[in-house]
């Protein structure tokens, strides 16, 4: 079971925005600890997306933009591209746990 | 800049003790916090713990608690992660990374920096 609640697939055809949301609890992003997004293709490791809930890394297109929202963040892909295809994880961290927690991870279908 | 390599695949019998590892490549690793994160097949990440080779902080999560255990040799600028008896359930990818603490001494910041991965096979 993962503390972070993600959606297990999402899609959308090209061009089109997708929205990933991933849902916490008063311990964890409703306590106000930062979310982090990760890019994950097959057979490689993640890359950060986004961190500190909507700080893009240099390099990161800003197509890619990520928001919270009381117990839950959001990260949105604008404008698809194929080459979005791909698996994406949030990251905060647990207070009761005092761990870093992930969410099981969104596979983003581009049609 | 930064570089985490890994050790190479492993295939081990359930039972087998295993120890894989994590060197820092252009940098000392003695004042970096590294976390080792599990990936099981098709699944999502994991984050089992994390430690400071300066003062061999080390804090695992409550899932992994007892399970293995992590270390590091700063001479080496290695990191480790071990298990004692291996289990069919712990067959999955393992990931050593960077992950700074926070401000505060309690959260992390997001990890910046990710080692290429070590498969690890548990089947008799």
């Known amino acids: 079971q993962y503390v972070l609640t993600q959606p297990p697939s999402v899609s959308g055809a090209p061009g089109q925005t997708v929205n990933i949301t991933c849902t916490g609890n008063?311990?964890?992003?409703?306590?106000?600890?930062?979310v982090h997004w990760y890019q994950q293709f097959p057979g490689t490791a993640p890359k950060v997306l986004i961190y500190?809930?909507?700080i893009r890394p240099l390099g990161v297109p800003d197509r890619f933009s990520g928001s919270k929202s009381g117990a839950s963040a959001f990260l949105a892909i604008a404008g698809l591209r194929a080459e979005d295809d791909a698996d994406y994880h949030c990251q905060s961290f647990d207070s009761s746990l005092r761990s870093s927690v992930f969410g099981g991870g969104t596979k983003l279908t581009v049609l | 800049e930064v570089q985490l390599v890994q050790s190479g695949p492993e295939v081990k019998k359930p039972g087998e003790s295993l120890k894989i590892s994590c060197k820092g490549s252009g940098y000392s690793i003695a004042n970096l916090w590294i976390a080792w994160v599990r990936q099981m097949p098709g699944r999502g990440l994991e984050w089992m713990g994390i430690f400071y080779p300066a003062d061999s902080d080390t804090r695992y999560s409550p899932s992994f608690q007892g399970q293995v255990t992590i270390s590091a040799d700063k001479s080496l600028s290695t990191a480790y992660l071990q298990w004692s008896s291996l289990k069919a359930s712990d067959t999955a990818i393992y990931y050593c990374?960077?992950?700074?603490?926070?401000?505060?001494?309690?959260?992390?910041?997001?990890?910046?920096?990710w080692g290429q991965g070590t498969a690890v096979t548990v089947s008799s």
């Open positions: 990374a960077r992950q700074a603490l926070g401000i505060s001494g309690d959260d992390y910041y997001a990890i910046d920096v």
């Open positions: 500190g809930n909507n």
């Open positions: 008063s311990s964890n992003i409703g306590a106000g600890y930062g």
